[in-house]
C-alpha cells in the first residue's frame, strides 16, 4: 500500500473498530432505535456495513424480495436495502459478529490490491482504490455517528475518518453556493465550523458563475455560516434540514437560507 492507502485504511479500521466496541454496549431495544437515515434502524446500520463490506469481499449478493419502501428513491438505494433487509430477521449482535468478521477478511484483502487501481467511486467518478478507501472511511463514520445519536452515545467525533468526511465531502460546498443556492457572481459565502475538527473555507462565484474556494475573501463575505461540526455533518449528510440545527447566520440572510437548504451532499 502507498501513503494514501494505508492511512485512508488506517481510518476505515478506526471507525469500524469503534463502531464494533459501540455496538458492545447496546441493549435489546438500542438495536431497534430509528436513526437519521429514513428507515433504518440502529441494527440495520450495522447491516449496512456488513452488506457493502461483504460485497466488495466477492460474497454473494442476498437474494431477497426488497419491499416498496418510500425512501427507496432510485436502484442504487435498493440495490443498498437488499443487504439490510435480508438481516432485519436477525439479532443486532450477530450483525455486529459478522461486521468484525468482514472487517478482519477485509483487512486481509486490503494489502494485495493496487491502490493506483482504476476504480468508480460512490459518485461516480474515477479514481484510484486509493481514494475509494477514503470514501469508505468516510461511510463508515457517518454511519457510526448515526447510530451514536440515535443511543446518546456521542464519542469519535475527531476520529481521522472525521478527516476523510471532510476532505470528500467538502469538495461540493462550490456547487452547494453557486448551483444550489444560485449566488450571482461576485457574492462569497464563508463557513466557520467549530470544534473539534474546526474548519474556515470561502467559497467565491466568479464571472461565469461558477463556484471556487477562494483562500481569502475580499472585504465582507455576502453571507457566513457558523455551526459546530456535528452540525456541519448532519447538514452535508443529509441527515437533517437547517431547523433541526443551531447555526449562526450574517450578512445576506436569503442566500444563507438558500446554502442551508441545499447543504446535503449525499445521494
Known sequence: MNDEMRGNVAAFEQTVRSSLALAATLGAAEWERPTDCPGWTVKDQFSHLVSVEASLLGD??????????DHL????????????????????PQVAAELADVLERRLAQLPGLDPDEPTTLPNGKQGTYALFMRFRAMDCWTHEQDVRRAVGRPGNLDAPAADCFWDVLAQGLPLVVARKAGAEPGQSVLFRIGGPVERRV??????????????????DATAELE???????????????????????????ELAGRVLAGMALTP
Open 227 to 253: 455551526m459546530d461540526w456535528e452540525c456541519y455533518v448532519r447538514l452535508t449528510a443529509g441527515r437533517c434540514g437547517p431547523d433541526a440545527v443551531k447555526v449562526r447566520a450574517k450578512g445576506d440572510a
Open 73 to 92: 428513491r432510485n436502484d442504487f438505494a435498493r440495490f443498498l436495502e437488499a443487504g439490510v433487509h435480508a438481516r432485519r430477521s436477525v439479532p443486532g
Open 202 to 219: 470561502a467559497v467565491v462565484v466568479d464571472g461565469d458563475g461558477r463556484g471556487a474556494f477562494a483562500g481569502e475573501v475580499p472585504g
Open 60 to 69: 454473494p449478493s442476498p437474494e431477497v424480495e426488497v419491499p416498496e419502501f
